[in-house]
């Protein structure tokens, strides 16, 4: 059985700062991982995805990965109210498999 | 970029009766759409693999007979919730895989069921 995980949270940072969420991964056969953010009542959208080893930013936004730890991670710099959401790690191995983590829910205080 | 338009965004029906989603590519084709149901606070749970012009791969503990899945076209899937009951009400999203290297899933607005 695959597994994704991730800390359901909630994560409580202060407006301005980093926000840091982590997810770790069970089938070292994965080869590219996404986050996704999900706000309330809405359906999620794809944030950025990361397929080699290190870092990979995105404006505010940077993915970090490991593959040896099987682990993934996404820093949100200079943290907004609007960035309050659920943060959904998901993980493919090219294959029809692409399994979601249960979500991370940030929010950032104002 | 690739927009999977879902129909409709909302619906409240009578126990019993059927409801049908539908999800259009709007810009590209979708040869294969992904189901999904999420229950509040819940993590996305697959339901279903659907493929252009062949039957659908239902996950374990899902009811085929019950969610009746359609992909007749490369553009257009659908899902029938059939005799609906209240625990059925969800949140029922799909999703398509962009191009042949997998960039990720684009997903459709969802669909909020509400059975009463």
């Known amino acids: 059985q695959k597994e994704v995980e991730q800390n359901s949270g909630p994560l409580s940072v202060p407006e301005g700062a980093i926000a840091s969420l982590n997810c770790t991964y069970s089938?070292?056969?994965?080869?590219?991982f996404f986050w996704y953010r999900q706000y309330s009542g809405k359906s999620p959208e794809l944030i950025m995805f990361?397929?080699?080893?290190g870092d990979k930013e995105d404006g505010r936004f940077t993915a970090q990965l490991n593959k040896a730890s099987q682990y993934v991670s996404l820093l949100i710099r200079d943290s907004q109210p609007s960035d309050s959401a659920t943060y959904l790690c998901?993980?493919?191995?090219?294959?029809?498999?692409?399994?979601f983590g249960p979500g991370t829910r940030l929010s950032v205080l104002p | 970029g690739a927009v999977v338009s879902q129909h409709p965004s909302w619906v409240i029906c009578k126990s019993g009766t059927s409801v049908k989603i539908e999800c259009r590519s709007l810009d590209f084709q979708a040869t294969t759409m992904f189901w999904y149901r999420q229950f509040p606070k819940q993590s996305l749970m697959l339901m279903a693999t659907s493929n252009e012009g062949s039957k659908a791969t239902y996950e374990q503990g899902v009811e085929k007979d019950k969610f009746l899945i359609n992909h007749a076209s490369l553009t257009l899937s659908t899902l029938t919730v059939t005799s609906a009951h209240p625990e059925d009400s969800s949140f029922y999203i799909c999703?398509?895989?962009?191009?042949?290297?997998?960039?990720?899933?684009?997903f459709g607005s969802g669909t909020r069921l509400t059975v009463v």
């Open positions: 990361i397929y080699s080893n």
């Open positions: 089938d070292r056969g994965s080869q590219s």
């Open positions: 999703s398509a895989r962009l191009g042949q290297i997998n960039y990720g899933y684009t």
């Open positions: 998901a993980v493919n191995d090219y294959g029809q498999n692409f399994v």
